[in-house]
């Protein structure tokens, strides 16, 4: 059974920083795409960043590039989100997505396995 749990969440003062991180089990971790997807109160989910089985290849979305930085371990089947320079638009419930694909993709539909969420709230 696959489990993504994210943690590193919490309340932040504009300009501060964060590190969310994704622990996952059940699944061979080093051949699974990762990604980081994030829901603002009010709206739906959308696509923060992904990152390819070496970590090689990383994607952004446009809002959060220069920011935000997606990194993995896969000695420690974990994925991190590393949050710079927070605006009160970051806060939003962070998930933690999982695809077992070769390539990249931001795209929900593609990734099978979410995690629960951590909450970020950003005080301006």
């Known amino acids: 059974q696959v489990q993504l749990v994210e943690s590193g969440g919490g309340l932040v003062q504009a300009g501060g920083s964060l590190r969310l991180s994704c622990a996952a089990s059940?699944?061979?971790?080093?051949?699974?795409?990762m990604a980081w997807f994030r829901q603002c109160p009010g709206k739906e989910r959308e696509f923060v960043a992904t990152?390819?089985?070496?970590?090689?290849?990383?994607i952004y979305a446009d809002s959060v590039k220069g920011r935000f930085t997606i990194s993995r371990d896969n000695a420690k089947n974990t994925v991190y989100l590393h949050i710079n320079s927070l605006k009160p638009e970051d806060t939003a419930v962070y998930y933690c997505?999982?695809?077992?694909?070769?390539?990249?993709?931001?795209?929900?539909?593609?990734?099978?396995?979410w995690g629960q969420g951590t909450q970020v709230t950003v005080s301006s």
């Open positions: 997505a999982a695809a077992n694909r070769q390539t990249t993709t931001v795209f929900q539909d593609n990734y099978r396995h």
């Open positions: 059940g699944l061979t971790f080093s051949t699974y795409v």
């Open positions: 990152i390819s089985w070496s970590g090689g290849s990383t």
